[in-house]
C-alpha cells in the first residue's frame, strides 16, 4: 500500500475537486432558480467538507498510532516533533488538532485555546457572540470552525 500522506493528498485533491464542480453546477442553477433544494445542497457540500477533514484526521491518528506504536498517535506525533525541535510545525499540527477537535465536540478547552490565538491561526473560528463567518452567504453551515478548501488541504 501507498504512504498514508500521498494517498490523502490524492483522496483530498479529487474531494475537493468533486465538491467544487457540484458546487459550481448548483452555483450555475441558482442563475436561474431560488430553489430552497439548491441552498440545501450547497449547505451540503460544506458539511461534507468538514466531515471529510474529521475523518481524514481520524485516520491519520490510528496510522500514526500503527506507526508509532502507541496508543495515542497525535501525541505520539507531538512529542517526536519536540524532541526534533520541530516546535512550529509541533505548534500548527497542535492547532489542527484542536480545530478537529472543535468541529467534533463544539466549544470546550480546545475551542477556548484557539479563541485566544485566533488572530494568529490559518483558519477562522468563530468567536463568541458572532453568529456568522460571512453573513449572507447560503452555503455555511453552523461550525464553529471555518472548514473551507484550504483548511481541508491543510489538515492534509
Known amino acids: 500500500m501507498h504512504r498514508f500522506e500521498k494517498l490523502i493528498y490524492r483522496s483530498t485533491s479529487f474531494t475537493l475537486g468533486a465538491l467544487q464542480d457540484a ?3 448548483i452555483i450555475e442553477e441558482l442563475q436561474t432558480s431560488g430553489s430552497t433544494i439548491l441552498l440545501k445542497n450547497l449547505q451540503m457540500i460544506q458539511l461534507q467538507k468538514a466531515i471529510f477533514a474529521v475523518g481524514m484526521f481520524s485516520i491519520f491518528d490510528a ?3 500503527h506507526q508509532l506504536s502507541c496508543r495515542n498517535g497525535f ?3 507531538k512529542n517526536t516533533l519536540k524532541d526534533r525541535h520541530e516546535l512550529d510545525l509541533h505548534d500548527r ?3 489542527f488538532i484542536c480545530a478537529i477537535n472543535v468541529l467534533k465536540h463544539g466549544e470546550g478547552r480546545s475551542y477556548d485555546f484557539l479563541v485566544s490565538k485566533s488572530k494568529l491561526l490559518p483558519f477562522k473560528v468563530k468567536l463568541r457572540g458572532e453568529n456568522f463567518f460571512e453573513e449572507g452567504d447560503v452555503s455555511e453551515i453552523n461550525t464553529l470552525i471555518e472548514v473551507d478548501d484550504n483548511f481541508v ?3 492534509a
Do not use: I
Open 23 to 25: 458546487n459550481s453546477k
Open 153 to 155: 488541504l491543510n489538515c
Open 75 to 77: 501525541e505520539g506525533a
Open 63 to 65: 496510522t500514526l498510532q
Open 93 to 95: 499540527f497542535d492547532e
